[in-house]
């Protein structure tokens, strides 16, 4: 079964400044990648997605994230951080030939100071 | 129209009321999921619909029911809850349905549950 680790539960950055979150996979092939940001009280939006081909995604907002096979990884990255980004954020991973499963990390909270 | 919408946005119940959740959109998405999610953690699935017919049920407790009365229309049952049953309660769709997870869900603002 495919399971997905955020190793940082809450990041604080400045308005302007880059960011970059983690998401690291476990699952016996390539799954189907996502990230998907929930503002409070809210339900949660896509914000990209990987399934094969070229390893860097670019989604929605401006954000972009890298996916690389050899560190089972997924990160999510935005080079200029706005104060509307605070939100949590959700990597999941999706069985290739599974079902419609989604398997959600636990999430980073991104606070932003001005 | 891109949207989910689910009713109430917020509900209140004792554990011997009975409730229901909606869920409803007209995007022509075939399957439509329910999540429950707890304070500070991430959504879980507790059921997925796939062309009206349940396809998963993540072996939630037989005090929530589901039922898909037609293909834009999601509905939650609610019996006998327990207090821990109290969180945000997430509808989703996807196109297509078919059993696969590489569809974009979309997801509603959720209905928050609060169980006394």
């Known amino acids: 079964a495919q399971s997905v680790t955020q190793p940082d539960i809450h990041i604080t950055v400045s308005e302007g400044a880059s960011l970059e979150l983690r998401c690291n996979y476990s699952y016996g092939a390539t799954p189907y990648l996502f990230w998907y940001v929930q503002s409070p009280g809210q339900g949660l939006q896509l914000l990209l997605k990987y399934f094969s081909g070229d390893t860097l995604v670019q989604g929605i907002k401006g954000f972009e994230a890298e996916f690389k096979r050899s560190q089972s990884s997924f990160n999510l990255r935005k080079p200029s951080v706005h104060w509307s980004d605070a939100a949590e954020y959700f990597c999941a991973v999706g069985a290739k030939g599974g079902s419609e499963k989604l398997v959600f990390g636990k999430g980073t909270k991104l606070t932003v100071n001005p | 129209d891109t949207e989910v919408t689910q009713t109430p946005k917020h509900l209140v119940m004792g554990m011997t009321n009975k409730k229901s959740l909606k869920c409803e959109q007209h995007m022509g998405h075939r399957a439509m999921y329910w999540y429950k999610q707890k304070a500070k953690k991430p959504p879980e699935l507790m059921f997925v619909?796939?062309?009206?017919?349940?396809?998963i049920n993540e072996s939630v407790p037989s005090r929530f029911s589901p039922e898909c009365p037609n293909s834009s229309l999601l509905n939650l049952h609610l019996h006998a809850l327990q207090p821990e049953d109290s969180a945000l309660y997430l509808c989703a769709s996807s196109q297509g349905g078919g059993g696969t997870a590489a569809n974009e869900q979309f997801f509603g603002p959720g209905t928050r549950l609060t169980v006394l």
């Open positions: 619909y796939s062309y009206e017919k349940l396809s």
